[in-house]
């Protein structure tokens, strides 16, 4: 089954790096732990044209899920759901229940519906709001082919309450038969050039295995490495056996280079 997944964190503000995309790291982590294999994660300005064009490319590629965040609110740039109605030959209609979403809450301010708040009902026929326990604007699930693409704000406390309460519990149902274990530990005194020969054999000779260095100190001077070790298959006992070995074997392996392990 196709466990693949596509991230799009939208806005000019991301790119032109005056906000840090915590966001792409946050669903990264999180489809990951889920089974899903992340393709590629992909930062876009504004451009309703560019977003669509890359879109369009991505669910050639048919993968299972693509996220995008950013750009769901009322401003003249929040544009996001008018680049997915045009990447899937789609119109952008006013959805009931997102527009009751939408007015419950500014009704609850005294506060009328303006061209600028009904924006946020708008979503590409046939897709499903998502409710936002945080903020105003609802994100958008919508099944295109053999893809969900849900659609989330770029607030992060908006994205997180709403992965949370909604998103992950209805990914969970659809996600792959993956187990996915993780262990890390760091090791002083092992440059990472001298690791990686020892991190290549370990994934030539374990299946479902992932090893990565991460380097802490200098190469030379104070080699200190975070080593990461992600486990994944079908079996939670087998993942879990597959994970113990290897984390020894490394360990036992680093320190005949005259490593020392931290933790």
Known sequence: MNSNAWIFTLGNEVVE???????????????????????ANISLRDDINLISKLLKYALLEKPKIIITTGGLGPTYDDRTLEAVALATDKKLVINNDAFRMVKEKYDKAGLPMTEERIKMAKLPE???PIPNPVGTAPGSWLKYNETV???????PRELEAMWESWVEPRLRKIAPNRIVLEHSFKISKVPESSAAPILKNVMKKY?????????????VRGPLLEVYVMAFGNNEKAVNNVLERVVNELKQRFKELGGEIIN
């Not at 790096?17 to 999180?30: D, E, H, P």
């Not at 693409?149 to 607030?155: D, E, Q, T």
């Not at 260095?213 to 190469?219: D, F, R, V």
């Open 149 to 155: 693409i849900i659609s989330l704000p770029g607030v």
């Open 17 to 39: 790096g005056r906000i840090v995309n915590t966001n792409a790291a946050f669903l990264g982590r999180k489809l990951s732990l889920l089974g899903f294999s992340v393709i």
């Open 126 to 128: 046939g897709a499903i």
């Open 207 to 219: 299946c479902g295995v992932y090893v990565k260095t991460h380097p802490k100190g200098h190469e």
